[in-house]
């Protein structure tokens, strides 16, 4: 989460020039901005396509749960707890990667 406000223009004196500089974040998709008028730097909002990416990868990480859980339980033999685990660690990382994109489509920050 950027620490700056999210903006298409300047949130201060809603100026639309700026100069562009290397973002803080460690996942950003545009440079950070700060007006050339009053020296306020903010961080433009996270593009739609990135959005739908991360909701894309996100259902990507999930979808092996249920089909992962299906085959060992479907397969006969005793189900692995180490293989239990990394399905629920990738589901974790996919819900985390859904909500993100999620969040982000519904509007700045």
């Given at each position: 989460?950027?620490e700056y406000r999210v903006s298409q223009i300047c949130p201060k004196c809603n100026n639309t020039t700026y100069k562009k500089v290397?973002?803080?974040?460690?996942?950003?998709?545009?440079?950070?901005?700060?007006?050339?008028?009053?020296?306020?730097?903010?961080?433009?909002?996270?593009?739609?396509?990135?959005?739908?990416?991360?909701?894309?990868?996100?259902?990507?990480?999930?979808?092996?749960?249920?089909?992962?859980?299906?085959?060992?339980?479907?397969?006969?033999?005793?189900?692995?707890?180490?293989?239990?685990?990394?399905?629920?660690?990738?589901?974790?990382?996919?819900?985390?990667?859904?909500?993100?994109?999620?969040?982000?489509?519904?509007?700045?920050?």
């Open positions: 989460m950027s290397r973002p803080k974040s460690w996942v950003a998709f545009l440079d950070d901005r700060v007006c050339l008028e009053c020296g306020e730097r903010y961080t433009p909002p996270t593009p739609r396509w990135a959005s739908i990416l991360f909701i894309l990868i996100g259902v990507f990480f999930i979808a092996p749960l249920p089909l992962g859980i299906g085959i060992d339980l479907l397969s006969g033999r005793t189900p692995l707890l180490a293989s239990w685990g990394c399905y629920g660690l990738l589901a974790t990382l996919g819900l985390a990667a859904v909500a993100h994109g999620v969040r982000n489509l519904g509007g700045p920050g």
